[in-house]
């Protein structure tokens, strides 16, 4: 043990009314919601980044927090791993998430850097055989070290797509070797600064043909999870090519992905987008590559990424919302990929965004549920397209506009417009969260 988290306790669940702060108000593991227990639909994660290897920078100063574990050794790696492990326990998490860079030491080499993983993993694989909490998703770092100034896949140098290429297979090894579920690409800087130096054509192309390589490698060597990309708009390049939920689908299109490969949506990176959390939850699911989520939001006057933990529980129902209607996580699930404020010093801290965050989401998920087991929405819903449920609506599917038109005249269609609803629908929504 050791003594970061010293006089922290396990946190359970008490209920709404407890004054308690170390305990959960809203997230009962066990309780059962339409059909699966909280712990079942939320599938929790904890992002090793951001709570064990985050400094507390920002773009106008640096080192905030201080942990006994920063410092590029395989020892404090290991130390790290040790406070994540009772952080997951004080917490039940169920899952957790890393990228290479967060735990291991970064080495002099590529073959120092894949030592250092494969140790690390090993550790991490000895305390997962005492622990209840499983790998959500594994991930390689291809943005934060200066070789990926220009980008990993995407970068011109192709020495720089080789090293990047070696790296994810090395993060896929360590991801299957921990039991993890997906396995996830951000694509930090993949986009352009300037298009003066920039051949969007020759960009694309790599970064197909190397999206193609790892869905490959996970057949050979048989990997069961889901490959899912992670949409950005921007931030830190200015223009990122796995812009939003359709600029991904469009992507995998092209290079015949859209049955291999779907996608890790985040909040904060739907709101610089410049959409809602629940458009992209939605059209991914209509598309049928909605694969996971990263729980974490923007501050809405800041204009760029901040990856704030979750606080409202009107916006996060209506993310689960879209979730439920998808048919809820397969091997998906909430990634808090948020991190405390640079002010925020203390350990306490650090386990009390999580146990608010898992209480917002779980206050969330009961009132979408409750919505859609209502059904009053769905019905009105389908209610609104009910007119395409006729033959002759639906033959005119498969008809021509000449034909159409010859229809239009002959019976003399002229059609009324119908309310849509919205505010009654809005205070029907309400009624549940
Ligand atoms: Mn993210």
């Known amino acids: 043990m050791t003594d970061f988290f010293k006089g922290i306790p396990q946190i359970r669940y008490e209920g709404p009314q407890t004054t308690n702060e170390f305990a959960f108000r809203h997230y009962n593991p066990e309780e059962v919601v339409a059909g699966k227990t909280l712990a079942e639909h939320l599938r929790f994660a904890i992002a090793w980044w951001h709570s064990f290897a985050w400094p507390g920078g920002d773009p106008f100063g640096g080192q905030t927090l201080q942990r006994p574990w920063f410092g590029d050794t395989l020892d404090l790696a290991k130390l790290k791993a040790d406070v994540a492990f009772e952080m997951f326990d004080i917490l039940q998490a169920p899952f957790f998430c890393f ?13 120092e850097n894949t030592r250092n993983l494969k140790t690390i993993v090993d550790y991490i694989g000895e305390k997962m055989t005492g622990s209840n909490t499983k790998l959500l998703w594994g991930t390689a770092n291809l943005f934060s070290h200066r070789r990926f100034m220009s980008g990993a896949a995407t970068n011109p140098d192709p020495e720089v797509f080789a090293w990047s290429a070696a790296t994810v297979k090395t993060c896929m090894d360590a991801t299957l070797q921990l039991g993890g579920q ?11 600064e300037t298009l003066l130096n920039t051949d969007l054509t020759q960009e694309a192309e790599h970064a197909g043909r190397f999206l193609q390589m790892v869905v490959e490698y996970k057949h050979k060597i048989g990997f069961k999870g889901a490959i899912l990309i992670e949409p ?8 990122q090519y796995d812009y939003d939920v359709a600029t991904v689908y469009g992507f995998l299109k092209r290079f015949g992905l859209e049955g291999e490969v ?10 610089l987008a410049g959409h809602s959390f629940e458009h992209e939850l939605a059209l991914a699911a209509s598309l049928g590559i909605f694969g996971s989520i990263d729980m974490n939001r923007n501050d809405y006057q800041s204009g760029w990424d901040t990856d704030q933990f979750p ?4 916006e996060m129902a209506r993310a689960y919302y879209e979730v439920l209607r998808a048919g809820g996580f397969t091997t998906g699930g909430t990634n808090f990929d948020a991190k405390i404020r640079r002010q925020s010093l203390d350990p306490e801290d650090l386990i009390l965004a999580h146990v608010g965050a898992m209480d917002v989401c779980a206050r969330a998920l009961k009132a979408a549920a409750a919505a859609l087991e209502d059904g009053g929405l769905e019905a009105q819903r389908r209610a609104r397209y009910a007119g395409w449920e006729t033959a002759e609506a639906k033959a005119m599917l498969g008809s021509d506009l000449a034909s159409i038109e010859a229809m239009v005249r002959e019976k003399g ?14 205070n029907l929504w309400n009624r549940f969260v």
Do not use: C, M, T
Not at 311 to 314: R, T
């Open 99 to 111: 990228h290479d860079a967060d735990i291991r030491p970064e080495g002099k080499d590529f073959a």
């Open 262 to 271: 779907k996608v890790n949506i985040e909040q904060g990176h739907a709101i």
């Open 413 to 426: 269609i002229n059609p009324e417009p119908r309310s849509g609803r919205q505010e009654r629908l809005e």
């Open 232 to 239: 950005k708009p921007q931030e830190p390049s200015k223009h």
């Open 182 to 192: 997906n396995y996830v690409l951000w694509g930090g800087r993949e986009g352009y």
């Open 311 to 314: 606080d409202s529980v009107p």
